[in-house]
């Protein structure tokens, strides 16, 4: 019997359309382009404005560009993954509320809180399930509202972050296409080094947590960087080596996009070519879980049945691992 894989079928995007670029960050606080882009890569980033909006707003947008590139039915899914750090809400999940948003009412939820690397566990989860039999049509989300946990007094992590969603239509197949494999880690270590303070069990929020400003994202970036560089660019080289694939075999590399420098590690690190790597962080900043399905959406149309594709990420935790995916269609 041949073994049932999961394969994408189709990809959806959406991003707001304000534009926060780095001259208008610069009238904010004391930074400027240059110190920006040489540092990190980024020219502007997508901000989400609006009242009440949030993540599953972003969510529902992009699984509504699916459909209408696929002719998809919301009665036709079983399954709803959302990779985010960023929900409306502590509970329900943000899965719920995009599925809500699109009509989608006979399907399993949840989100999974992987941080940047949200996208990858997302998938690879999918990719257990349809594997397993259990469904048939699965949505994998990375979605993020990061201006709403971003300190924009905070020069260091402010230029860093937009907003922005991506989902992929996940279906079993028992053509050699779909995940092929993946490899993924923790480390605790991390915590330390990157996580926002207040608004959990630990720390609940209280007037003093407001007022010291401890619901943003704090980052130890030197830090960061070191840990961010070594394990993206080895689980890259690793997935490949396990996979015998050379770096002639890769028709492109999809990382997370956190900085220009961690990418060119991994560059360098896999041997792939630079004309194979999807970036987009100098459009759109570092989306955390959506980086990844966005770079897929915007790349969608170079991709052919059978390329051999690189995913990986590296977040908060510390999260990292890669994904060797074979493209389907």
């Given at each position: 019997?041949?073994k049932?894989?999961?394969v ?6 959406y991003?707001p ?34 009242e ?42 943000c ?8 009509g ?6 949840f ?12 998938l ?16 994998v989300?990375?979605?993020e ?5 971003t300190?924009y ?28 494999d ?37 980052q ?11 394990n ?31 990418i ?15 970036i987009n962080?100098?459009?759109?900043g ?5 980086s ?37 269609y």
């Amino acid at each position: 019997m041949s073994k049932i894989r999961a394969v994408i079928t189709g990809v959806g995007g959406y991003v707001p359309d304000y534009v926060l670029n780095n001259q208008e960050l610069s009238t904010m606080m004391d930074t400027n382009d240059e110190w920006i882009t040489s540092r990190v890569g980024i020219k502007e980033r997508r901000i989400l404005k609006g009242e009440n909006l949030g993540t599953s707003y972003l969510a529902a947008k992009a699984i509504e560009d699916l459909f209408a590139k696929t002719g998809t039915k919301p009665e036709e899914i079983d399954l709803v993954i959302c990779g985010t750090t960023t929900p409306d809400h502590i509970y329900p999940s943000c899965a719920s509320m995009a599925a809500e948003k699109v009509g989608i009412k006979n399907a399993l939820a949840f989100d999974l809180q992987a941080a940047c690397s949200g996208f990858i566990v997302s998938l690879s989860t999918a990719a257990s399930f349809i594997e397993s039999g259990k469904y048939k049509k699965v949505l994998v989300l990375g979605a993020e509202k990061m201006s709403a946990i971003t300190d924009y007094t905070d020069r260091t992590t402010a230029p860093l972050f937009g907003d922005g969603a991506a989902v992929v239509l996940v279906e079993p197949t028992t053509e050699e296409l779909g995940v092929m494999d993946s490899l993924i880690f923790t480390d605790g270590v991390g915590m330390k080094h990157l996580h926002i303070k207040a608004g959990g069990s630990a720390m609940p929020s209280t007037q003093e947590t407001i007022d010291k400003r401890l619901h943003y994202t704090y980052q130890e970036g030197t830090n960061v960087y070191k840990y961010a560089v070594t394990n993206m660019a080895e689980v890259s080289a690793d997935i490949m080596e396990k996979n015998n694939l050379t770096k002639d075999d890769i028709s492109w590399l999809v990382p997370h996009q956190a900085n220009l420098r961690i990418i060119d590690a991994v560059v360098q690190r896999t041997g792939v070519e630079y004309e194979k790597v999807i970036i987009n962080i100098e459009r759109f900043g570092n989306t955390s879980a959506a980086s990844i399905p966005l770079g897929i959406w915007e790349a969608e149309k170079n991709f052919k049945k059978g390329d051999n594709i690189i995913l990986t990420a590296f977040g908060a935790g510390f999260t990292w691992g890669a994904i060797y995916l074979k493209w389907g269609y």
